[in-house]
């Protein structure tokens, strides 16, 4: 499918890139924690990046290709790098409270940590395909999706599995839940799915008009945001009783984090979008001229007014009050 060959086409861009800049130690300010581990500085980072996530203002986690996982405890200002344990590449983090996550990936990968993403533990997802998204509610209760319509979930923190694929070959790319029993999944050609049951059964919404979706993102005052392909965005201000499509930019989103009505939407060629408004309105962030051939791939909240992007070739970048923070 020309959306599959799309996504294959992002994985080969981030496995060039990840091995043809490789990270430089003594370059960098560096400190030793209690483990001997180095801590390096956000700016030496050279991985291609698929998610990232905080778990308050101080402590966040950074994933990508090759198993790759960094830690922060200063905000983003150094990192440093955890052993995951695996080799295929994280694609999303998700975290009920400061210790407790899990991270999914390539060829069914499922991991969870109980430290806050210092040690990591492998779970059996019984799958080969790849999960690009998850989602738990609580401790128990979580559902993962990816390529070819798949999807599992758990009811007892990952121990065990149970597959709910749908029989639909589509890829799911990204997942937000409004609450325990009701979420949504993004998907390609401009479907979104919605489950009431906890993701044991799914209604397909054709709202796209073609155009994929690659990321979504609720708050909890019923402002949910879908973005996608050439600039798409579809957004909801009544918890997806009805929905809205416009065309925000010329380039592609994949990623987009909304909370209270505010948020970002991060994309190819470096796009990076803000709303103020629940994603009725959109104003542009410009980034660095130095990284505008990047693709930007995740968004996640730091602080209040303050967001970190992240994508291929190590790019990093702060918001702070609607201006990129140097």
């Not at 969870?112 to 997802?125: C, P, V």
């Not at 979420?183 to 009431?196: C, M, Q, Y």
């Not at 542009?284 to 970190?308: D, F, G, T």
């Not at 190590?314 to 990129?324: A, E, K, T």
């Amino acid at each position: 499918m020309e959306k599959r060959n799309i996504l294959v086409f992002v994985l080969s861009i981030a496995f060039f890139v990840l091995f043809s800049n490789i990270t430089i130690i003594n370059r960098c300010p560096f400190a030793k924690d209690l483990n001997g581990t180095v801590a390096i500085s956000s700016m030496d980072l050279r991985f291609g990046f698929y998610d990232v996530i905080f778990l308050d203002g101080k402590r966040g986690l950074i994933g990508g290709k090759g198993g790759v996982i960094f830690r922060t405890e200063d905000s983003g200002k150094t990192w440093t790098k955890v052993i995951s344990g695996v080799n295929g590449s994280i694609f999303c983090f998700s975290f009920i409270n400061r210790n407790v996550g899990w991270a999914v990936g390539q060829f069914g990968l499922v991991i969870s940590t109980t430290d806050g993403g210092r040690t990591w533990e492998h779970q059996n997802s019984h799958l080969k395909n790849h999960l690009f998204c998850v989602k738990f509610t609580d401790k128990l209760h979580g559902v993962a999706a990816g390529d070819w319509g798949k999807i599992i979930l758990t009811d007892d923190g990952g121990q065990t599995w149970s597959d709910v694929s749908l029989e639909r070959d589509i890829i799911l790319y990204d997942t937000d839940f409004v609450s325990a029993k009701e979420g949504w999944l993004a998907a390609e050609t401009g479907v979104l799915f919605h489950t009431v049951d906890g993701g044991r059964t799914w209604e397909d919404l054709d709202l796209g008009r073609g155009k994929t979706f690659f990321g979504i993102s609720f708050d909890k005052l019923g402002n949910g945001v879908a973005v996608g392909m050439e600039g798409v965005v579809c957004h909801t201000s009544d918890w997806g009783e009805n929905w809205k499509l416009e065309r925000v930019a010329e380039s592609s989103f994949f990623n987009v984090f909304l909370v209270n009505g505010k948020g970002l939407a991060v994309g190819n060629m470096a796009s990076i979008y803000e709303t103020k408004d629940g994603g009725k309105s959109w104003e542009v962030i410009a980034s660095p001229l130095n990284m505008r051939q990047n693709w930007i791939q995740c968004v996640a909240k730091i602080q209040e007014e303050r967001y970190i992007v992240a994508g291929v070739r190590g790019s990093i970048l702060f918001i702070q009050d609607s201006r990129i923070d140097r």
